[in-house]
C-alpha cells in the first residue's frame, strides 16, 4: 500500500464536500419532508416519521441531529410534558432547496429512461 499525499483542494472540493456532509440516504428526504410537508411550518417528529416509513427511528433522529449540527435544520424544544419537539428548515436549509428540487426534476426525467435500460 503506497501512502498518497491529498492534496487540499481535492478535500476542498465541493461535491466532495456535500456527499460528507448529507449525501447520506436519509438527509436529502428529510429535508424535502420539511420542505414539501412542512409549507414553512415546523414539523414534529411523528409528522417526519409518517413521511418517511422506511427509515428507523434510530436513523431518523442521527440523520437530524446531522442537519442540525450543519444548521440545515433548527429544532425547538417546548417545556411541556410530554416534551413537545419541532423541526424546521433553517435560512441555509431553505437557500438549498432549489437545488435539491432541480435534482428531482432530473431525475423524475432521466430515471424512467435509465430504468428501460437496464431491463
Do not use: H
Amino acid at each position: 500500500m503506497t501512502n498518497k499525499v491529498m492534496r487540499p483542494e481535492y478535500l476542498a472540493c465541493p461535491i466532495r464536500q456535500v456527499v460528507s456532509r448529507f449525501g447520506d440516504k436519509w438527509s436529502l428526504l428529510v429535508l424535502y419532508t420539511l420542505y414539501d410537508k412542512g409549507k414553512g411550518n415546523p414539523l414534529r417528529y411523528s409528522d417526519i416519521k409518517d413521511e418517511m416509513l422506511d427509515c428507523s427511528p434510530k436513523m431518523l433522529s442521527a440523520t437530524l441531529k446531522n442537519l442540525e449540527k450543519i444548521d440545515l435544520v433548527s429544532r425547538k424544544v417546548f417545556a411541556e410534558v410530554p416534551p413537545r419537539v419541532e423541526y424546521s428548515l433553517t435560512e441555509r436549509g431553505q437557500s438549498l432547496m432549489p437545488s435539491i428540487i432541480s435534482l428531482m426534476t432530473w431525475a423524475r426525467n432521466n430515471f424512467d429512461i435509465a430504468a428501460s435500460k437496464l431491463k
